[in-house]
DNA sequence: ACTTCAATTAGACTAAGTCTACTAGTCATT
DNA sequence: AATGACTAGTAGACTTAGTCTAATTGAAGT
């Protein structure tokens, strides 16, 4: 009867934010992609704490494919090189729309979990 | 700069509710696959509202799989025989299961939501 | 020499969902 | 009798996002 660990309704599958995550990031400052990855581990954003990095670096590399993001290598003076990324135009309207989407998927999630919410008070309160 | 239709901020890749949508339906009464397709494209929560029957009718066998439903054939007098879906007792604990997760991930998009909000305003306010 | 940390990459895999297309029965028209 | 519409469900290839294991390179510390 027991919920098992990876049933999606602990949650698992519920993290689609790494890319506005990344674009919140980068509107403050510039950042190369371990920086990122320590960020995200440390928000207070849980839907990215434990972000993978082969994934982080695939997305970013995605992203600025697609122009959201550009990137310049940076050969520092101690340390292997690295690649520092940036807002491009696109990516700061993709960000505003973010908060539009954001909002607007906030409140339909809010529905269902008040729907599911009343269906399990309704049927058998945990104890 | 546009933002192109299927880019993430429009939000296209952020249905992940399915498997919640089901349970709550079934919740309330036994309902076969197409009925259940009818009520989430009627139903108010906007995640599930164009939902494809091929992905409908694999969630429903994998949930059966995972034994959080259970199915009986039915031959009607008239028209095919389908299969009516009910909660099982696991079915009914993952739906309490989700209505603690829908809450805090709510919570959590709620303040990404807000941070990318405060980012927007700060920079280019949408004229 | 050994370990640790910084920074990044490769490749195979899983979960969820989309798209096109198909079968098969029933019913009302034409 | 044939057509189209509706009900009910299935097949298969594809896409997006993310995970897991593992590897590489270079510098710094012990």
């Known amino acids: 009867m027991a919920i098992e660990e990876k049933c999606p309704c602990r949650g698992s599958f519920l993290d689609r934010f790494l890319q506005p995550s990344i674009l919140l990031l980068l509107s403050r400052e510039e ?8 960020r995200l581990r440390e928000a207070d954003f849980e839907g990215c704490q434990r ?21 310049k290598r940076e050969t520092q003076r101690s340390g292997p090189a690295r690649d520092v990324y940036g807002l491009t135009e696109k990516g700061n309207a993709c960000l505003r729309t973010w908060a539009g989407t954001l909002r607007a998927y906030c409140d339909d999630v809010e529905r269902l979990a008040e729907a599911v919410a009343a269906a399990c008070q309704d049927s058998e309160p945990p104890v």
């Open 31 to 38: 950042l190369h992609g371990f920086a990122i990855l320590k």
């Open 51 to 71: 972000v993978d990095p082969t994934g982080l670096y695939r997305t970013l590399r995605k992203m600025e494919q697609a122009e959201l993001l550009r990137s």
